[in-house]
């Protein structure tokens, strides 16, 4: 008996065609030039006028019934008007309607067949027209399927939904219509569907029959249920089995950027849709992605070049770019498997999962045809020439319910919060099993460290808030809450302030608020004033109680760093905006104008404390109390005027550290530096040690300006003896006196 793979290949190979039941897209606008035996051409937008004029030479719409045609509004209610009625003066209309069939036939599987677009009927849907589920009857030989196109008219309602073998599409034609676009959709004949009631406006459509041209195999869409059926019975022989998830390729290749269901290749389509059916069968789940077979290797080039690039004597010219682009792999170092890229929609996917080629179900063996990516690079340095292959073949993931666990809980925390999210967005139709998992994958994530650069922590959030359980969240996600504080939302804090009662927080606020951290701080205090702004009373109470201990919290900072001006910024916006809470407290304002003000350098008082305030406009106590002691500041600081250097001798730059590899330029460069009359100094020699003697000065600040003299050989360098560093003092001193007059008024 056949084992599970072949099982599973033997019933896939039997799929055949390709293209789903239903394709729809939207063109831009084209005047039709479309005139209504009786009317005038039709303008575009179609408006009320024009409708009531078109429904007056319209008459009411029927609908077959085997052999009968019936007329009855309580199925069918709407106006048409038939195709030997209307014509169409604009000779590009018919372009118009080629362009759309050729864009169709890849979505219904048409490849490769004749088909033309016979008009049948104009159709008007006022309000509160409708269609109940229908099938088209055959109107002509040949006849296979319907195109809809809506002409720009507005309107809401009158969706479209579209059935076959148990799946259904709902199209919308009402959006584009209303932007002065044409909207269509083609289905099968055999297709059931119907016409949702208009709700306002008037919905104008052109029908079209679509007719297969002679002397091709019969167009039709064939069930998969049977195939679904049949594979499923196969997935359940393997449920029990630990190797998941079970890896199916389909037979082709796909671009990341372009691996939708609707993109899919010939028989790839209704092989996807049958193995979809049979998951949802079996009790299986199931998810889209790209294995990626990688290649790294020689570069082998035919160049067509001639021997001139061969007497080349370095090797980056020997080949252009169009010579790498056309190489080929020779031998190969290395290669990989693994999938990256996943199916947007659907489940979440299964990020770093191993797998060898051993384990792939597949029909087709890998690396045989063209890759979809490849990339070359010429010589670099002793290294050869390189090729890199990248072959990106569509696959389905499939694993067993009973076993989603054993699956989901190996992922990377990063992907158990996508899951986490997943379940969040349909938390009140879950199973108990299902919010058991979604709890297993929270605690897994609570103990993880291996978390990316930016984790988005909202799913693990949703999930608390889905939860509303203030015991967990107070004895086992406290501590999380604390280490991953500043990379949840502001957004987010709020949400859990609104579902649990604010003392589940006291601890964890205090604990962040004492951990010394600007960052932080920061985002403690935007916490506080967002609470603060929803005036609730409960906020209230908890701000408070936060910004008691506030000038402690402030103290463990340090505010007045360079590197940390920005933050600092930040923070002292948010506690002015506190401030307001203890307007009457007069031991409070002064301990956290101290805790603002216990270092002060010219940069923080000027670009952090100043400016802050001055920018606010703020007349709080805490802002009064900070500009009195920036001015005192300022006061000392202009009253303090640089003057000029005595002489010309100038200090030797702090080296330290970071300058070590140029000492033997400063031990040159002493003696003229510390001379008090020496103003110029000429250095002859050759480049190499020109060239490190400039380096060395670009990489400090000193008053000297460089030169290079070129009359003898080797060249001179000319250092000349500034007052760059007095000018820079003054310059600073000038703005300091502007700011004390700037504030000598507040």
């Not at 604990?511 to 506080?528: D, R």
């Not at 004033?529 to 005036?535: F, I, M, S, W």
């Not at 910004?547 to 900072?557: C, G, H, I, R, S």
Request: proline share 4%.
């Amino acid at each position: 008996m056949a084992g599970f793979k072949e099982q599973l290949l033997g019933v896939l190979g039997e799929i055949k065609g390709s293209g789903s039941f239903v394709s729809s897209d939207t063109k831009p606008f084209i005047f039709p030039g479309m005139v209504i035996r009786e009317l005038d051409e039709i303008g575009f937008p179609i408006n009320a006028a024009q409708v009531k004029d078109m429904i007056k030479v319209a008459h009411k719409a029927p609908f077959g019934k085997g052999s009968e045609t019936i007329l009855d509004t309580t199925v069918r209610s709407a106006w048409e008007i038939d195709a030997t009625e209307i014509g169409f003066k604009n000779k590009d209309w018919g372009k118009f309607i080629e362009e759309i069939i050729e864009q169709i036939k890849p979505g219904l599987g048409l490849e490769g067949y004749s088909v033309t677009a016979n008009l049948y009927k104009l159709l008007v849907y006022e309000k509160g027209d409708f269609f109940v589920t229908h099938k088209d009857s055959e109107k002509e030989k040949g006849m296979f399927g319907t195109l809809i196109i809506a002409l720009p008219s507005i309107h809401t309602g009158g969706e479209l939904l579209v059935r076959f073998d148990g799946r259904e599409e709902t199209i919308d034609l009402s959006e584009a219509a209303n932007q002065y676009q044409i909207p269509y959709a083609a289905f099968y004949a055999d297709c059931e569907h119907e016409i949702k009631p208009i709700t306002s406006g008037y919905r104008v459509c052109l029908v079209y029959n679509l007719v297969q041209n002679k002397g091709a195999e019969k167009i039709e869409h064939n069930p998969l249920g049977s195939y679904a059926q049949r594979l499923a019975a196969i997935l359940k022989t393997c449920e029990d089995e630990t190797d998941m998830p079970k890896i199916v390729l389909l037979g082709h290749q796909y671009t990341p950027e372009n691996f939708t269901m609707d993109a899919l290749k010939l028989n790839d389509r209704p092989k996807a849709e049958a193995l979809v059916q049979a998951a949802q069968i079996a009790g299986f789940y199931l998810k889209f992605g790209l294995v990626t077979s990688y290649q790294m290797g020689e570069l082998e080039i035919n160049s067509s070049r001639s021997s001139r690039s061969r007497r080349r004597s370095y090797y980056d010219d020997f080949y252009d770019d169009d010579d790498l682009e056309n190489g080929t792999m020779g031998e190969i170092y290395d290669e990989s498997i693994n999938v990256k890229h996943w199916m947007e929609g659907g489940l979440p996917p299964l990020q770093n999962i191993q797998f060898e080629e051993k384990d792939l179900i597949s029909a087709i063996k890998l690396n045989e045809d063209e890759p979809v990516e490849k990339e070359a690079e010429g010589y670099t340095g002793n290294a050869g020439m390189q090729m890199e292959y990248w072959y990106h073949y569509g696959a389905a993931f499939l694993w067993p319910k009973k076993y989603h666990y054993d699956v989901l809980i190996n992922l990377a925390p990063d992907n158990k919060l996508e899951w986490i999210d997943y379940y969040n967005k349909q938390w009140k139709s879950l199973t108990a099993a299902d919010k058991e998992l979604a709890k297993q994958l929270a605690e897994s994530c609570i103990h993880a460290n291996n978390w990316d650069a930016k984790p988005d922590f909202t799913p693990f959030v949703n999930w608390l808030v889905n939860v509303k359980d203030a015991v967990y969240l107070s004895k086992q996600a406290s501590d999380f809450l604390v280490a991953r504080f500043r990379h949840i939302t502001v957004e987010n804090w709020m949400n859990l302030f609104d579902t649990y009662p604010y003392t589940c927080f006291e601890k964890i606020f205090t604990t962040v608020a004492n951990s010394g951290s600007l960052a932080a701080t920061k985002h403690f205090l935007i916490i506080l004033n967002n609470l603060l702004a929803n005036n609730i009373h409960a906020y209230k109470n908890f701000v408070l109680q936060q910004t008691e201990q506030l000038p402690a919290y402030l103290n463990l900072l340090n505010l007045s760093g360079k590197k940390e001006q920005a933050t600092a910024k930040d923070i002292l916006r948010n506690v002015l905006a506190l401030g307001i809470l203890r307007a009457i407290h007069v031991a409070w304002q002064r301990n956290v104008t101290n805790a603002f003000t216990k270092e002060l350098t010219r940069e923080y008082v000027n670009d952090v404390l100043l400016t802050v305030i001055l920018e606010s406009n703020e007349k709080t106590p805490i802002a009064k109390q900070i500009i009195a002691v920036c001015k005192e500041d300022l006061k000392h600081r202009v009253n303090n005027k640089p003057q000029p250097p005595a002489d010309w001798s100038r200090s030797l730059p702090d080296v330290t550290s970071g300058y070590k590899d140029y000492k033997e330029v400063w031990k040159i460069l002493s003696d003229f530096l510390q001379s008090p009359v020496l103003e110029v100094f000429d250095y002859q020699k050759a480049q190499g040690f020109r060239t490190e003697m400039e380096n060395a000065i670009r990489n400090v600040t000193i008053d000297l300006k460089m030169e290079t003299i070129k009359k003898k050989s080797p060249h001179t360098l000319r250092l000349t003896k500034t007052q760059a560093a007095y000018e820079r003092d003054l310059a600073k001193w000038k703005i300091d006196v502007g700011l004390l007059e700037q504030v000598e008024g507040l």
